[in-house]
């Protein structure tokens, strides 16, 4: 066995899901030869977007039994194509759709799958896969027994933007299934609630934590997102007074985001907050405590009052727009 495949999910529109990218960007990181998988019925458009990245070989699995998502279908599929190529590590993105059947998948290949894993190691030429434990007080590594390896990687451990453009050969595949093997009807698929606002899309946030002190000293806040063309967020404590809205909730029973920037203000970060916003590619934090645990992760820090640094960084951004 060598090599790594990469299984990518469709969207409802058919294109790629951004978790997809931040899986094979994963991939890339590692030392090895990498290939993608894509499957469903016209699954050749997002087979067309994968090989624009540096890889190995983009398969399509084709079949009209894959038009509609199934668990049965999707194992089936995947399981016809890893017995062809035997890859030493499967990875999937850490999705609604993947938590469904890629348990499945790795049981039928007599494997574990190791979920929502936030780094992966090779040492003496085992892989070794991290995950958080209790709301992200604890990391475990997990060393499978030797074999092929299944995990599903975790939403903002890793960045799109890191991935290596290429050119990749696509080869369309029908995969050997048979109507009896998709014992499920076909269901519409998962849908979360309706949210105001998608933070995990957003370039540029500005989160609030404990330190705003009250509901009414939001709007000093609202006023830097705003100048900034930022998304507003906040830490745990904010949502439950009732503040904002829970949607606006970053952390582990929060969203997961990955910014560009990730302006923390008066956030002390608990380990539940900074779980849910680690990936942020720059992290600036104002805090008058100096040694609050959000310093730790932060690339630039400002120990001080932030009602006396925020005025004065929503004037200089002014001053940069006009």
């Keep these: 066995m060598s090599g790594i495949l990469v299984v990518a999910e469709l969207t409802a529109q058919g294109g790629l899901h951004k978790l997809s990218l931040e899986t094979l960007a994963a991939a890339q990181a590692m030392d090895a030869p990498v290939s993608a998988v894509?499957?469903?019925?016209?699954?050749?458009?997002?087979?067309?977007?994968?090989?624009?990245?540096?890889?190995?070989?983009?398969?399509?699995l084709d079949h009209e039994l894959l038009a509609q998502y199934t668990a049965d279908g999707a194992t089936a599929a995947l399981d016809w194509l890893i017995e062809r190529v035997q890859p030493e590590l499967v990875l999937f993105p850490h999705t609604y759709q993947a938590r469904d059947y890629a348990p499945k998948l790795a049981t039928r290949r007599g494997r574990?799958?190791?979920?929502?894993?936030?780094?992966?190691?090779k040492q003496a030429q085992a892989i070794v896969l991290r995950r958080q434990l209790f709301q992200g007080k604890l990391a475990g590594d997990?060393?499978?027994a030797p074999g092929m390896v299944f995990a599903s990687l975790q939403a903002g451990a890793w960045r799109a933007d890191a991935l290596i453009p290429g050119e990749t050969p696509i080869e369309t595949l029908t995969p050997e299934l048979a109507a009896a093997e998709i014992r499920q009807q076909p269901e519409a698929p998962f849908r979360e609630s309706s949210r105001e606002v998608d933070l995990s899309a957003a370039p540029l946030i500005v989160a609030v934590g404990r330190g705003i002190k009250e509901e009414s000293n939001l709007e000093l806040a609202r006023e830097l997102a705003g100048v900034l063309g930022a998304e507003l967020a906040a830490s745990r404590p904010v949502c439950d007074n009732g503040w904002l809205p829970m949607e606006r909730q970053v952390g582990s029973s929060g969203?997961?985001?990955?910014?560009?920037?990730?302006?923390?203000?008066?956030?002390?970060?608990a380990i539940q907050h900074l779980v849910g916003m680690k990936g942020s590619q720059c992290i600036v934090a104002i805090n008058k405590d100096p040694d609050a645990p959000i310093f730790e992760?932060?690339?630039y820090g400002i120990v001080g009052d932030l009602f006396e640094v925020v005025p004065a960084l929503i004037a200089e951004a002014a001053k940069a727009k006009s």
């Design 38 to 60: 894509v499957f469903g019925q016209n699954a050749g458009e997002a087979a067309a977007r994968l090989a624009r990245y540096r890889l190995e070989k983009v398969f399509a």
């Design 112 to 121: 574990v799958l190791v979920s929502d894993v936030i780094a992966i190691q």
């Design 142 to 144: 997990y060393r499978p």
């Design 255 to 269: 969203q997961t985001v990955a910014p560009k920037l990730y302006l923390a203000l008066g956030i002390s970060g």
């Design 297 to 299: 992760v932060a690339d």
